[in-house]
Antibody, heavy 118, light 107 residues
Framework: EVQLVESGGGVVRPGGSLRLSCAASGFSFDDYGVTWVRQAPGKGLEWVAGINWNGASTAYADSVKGRFTISRDNAENSLYLQMNSLRAEDTALYHC???????????WGQGTLVTVSS | DIQMTQSPSSLSASVGDRVTITCRASQGISHYLAWYQQKPGKVPKLLISAASTLQSGVPSRFIGSGSGTDFTLTISSLQPEDVATYYCQEYNSAPLTFGPGTKVDVK
């Protein structure tokens, strides 16, 4: 069974940093691109960043470019999102999804909540 | 960047009705369009990829069509369990974009 489990969310002050993790299981992780998608409370879905199967190619939404960094460790079957210079508008539930930079997402994790507030 | 629009933003229909949701891309995306269903408090579920390919296990009443810039998701006979918000997503080129969503209710 494919599983994606996010962790690392929490409450952080504006300007702060957080690192999200996503543990994958039930499939060959290094065969797939993976992505982060977020959903602010009561709002729609926003694609954040994607990475290809070996980490050689990444892409970002304009809203996070230069502040967020996506990476992966295929030996650990894990996806990461380093978030710096956080803003109130980054407050959201962050999901990892199976599917790369130009792909759809067939499996989603339950998400980890990030709250940016002073 | 590609912009996605959806219409209507919400609708209410009776059980058994045929429901159509439209998604439009700001530029041509061929058939690189997916549809998701998100029930309240749940994770989005992939319904359709490549504009018209139904995912395994998804009821056949969900029908996707279109190419280029104009796409539709049709629910041929609305069921109570179809109450959800539906999103389209283009995956033609990064940055990827979701539509704003269409909330579907049953009268």
């Amino acid at each position: 069974e494919v599983q994606l489990v996010e962790s690392g969310g929490g409450v952080v002050r504006p300007g702060g940093s957080l690192r999200l993790s996503c543990a994958a299981s039930g499939f060959s992780f290094d065969d797939y691109g993976v992505t982060w998608v977020r959903q602010a409370p009561g709002k729609g879905l926003e694609w954040v960043a994607g990475i290809n199967w070996n980490g050689a190619s990444t892409a970002y939404a304009d809203s996070v470019k230069g502040r967020f960094t996506i990476s992966r460790d295929n030996a650990e079957n894990s996806l990461y999102l380093q978030m710096n210079s956080l803003r109130a508008e980054d407050t959201a539930l962050y999901h990892c999804g199976r599917g790369g930079i130009t792909y759809y997402f067939d499996y989603w994790g339950q998400g980890t909540l990030v709250t940016v507030s002073s | 960047d590609i912009q996605m629009t959806q219409s209507p933003s919400s609708l209410s229909a009776s059980v058994g009705d045929r429901v159509t949701i439209t998604c439009r891309a700001s530029q041509g995306i061929s058939h690189y369009l997916a549809w998701y269903q998100q029930k309240p408090g749940k994770v989005p579920k992939l319904l359709i990829s490549a504009a018209s390919t139904l995912q395994s296990g998804v009821p056949s009443r969900f029908i996707g069509s279109g190419s280029g810039t104009d796409f539709t998701l049709t629910i041929s006979s609305l069921q109570p369990e179809d109450v959800a918000t539906y999103y389209c997503q283009e995956y033609n080129s990064a940055p990827l974009t979701f539509g704003p969503g269409t909330k579907v209710d049953v009268k």
